[in-house]
Nanobody
Framework: QVQLVESGGGLVQAGGSLRLSCAASGAFFSINTMDWYRQAPGKQRELVAGISSGGSANYADSVKGRFTISRDNAKNTVYLQMNSLKPEDTAVYYC????????????WGQGTQVTVSS
């Protein structure tokens, strides 16, 4: 089974930075897309950023210009560099990957808490 291990969350003051990482391990031929979602209390989970196997990235409007998603295919790891953090960025951030074995499968990380204080 594929496992996603997230790290990098924590408490930071507004304007600060954090870098999240998510490392995938397990049985798969390749990783297709790698994404970061977040979910704040009482809200739906939303896509923050995604990156294709070729490195094409997309971002939610709310984080454009502040967050950067990247991936290291050799390490099967995706990163989310978060700069100029705002209190509204506070959420549990979840890594999501789509992998290929015989078919395509997707997996979720355990989530990492990001709290941005005022």
């Amino acid at each position: 089974q594929v496992q996603l291990v997230e790290s990098g969350g924590g408490l930071v003051q507004a304007g600060g930075s954090l870098r999240l990482s998510c490392a995938a391990s397990g049985a798969f031929f390749s990783i297709n897309t790698m994404d970061w979602y977040r979910q704040a209390p009482g809200k739906q989970r939303e896509l923050v950023a995604g990156i294709s196997s070729g490195g094409s990235a997309n971002y939610a409007d709310s984080v454009k210009g502040r967050f950067t998603i990247s991936r290291d295919n050799a390490k099967n790891t995706v990163y989310l560099q978060m700069n100029s953090l705002k209190p509204e960025d506070t959420a549990v951030y979840y890594c999501h990957v789509e992998v290929s074995r015989v078919y395509k499968y997707d997996y979720w990380g355990q989530g990492t808490q990001v709290t941005v204080s005022s």
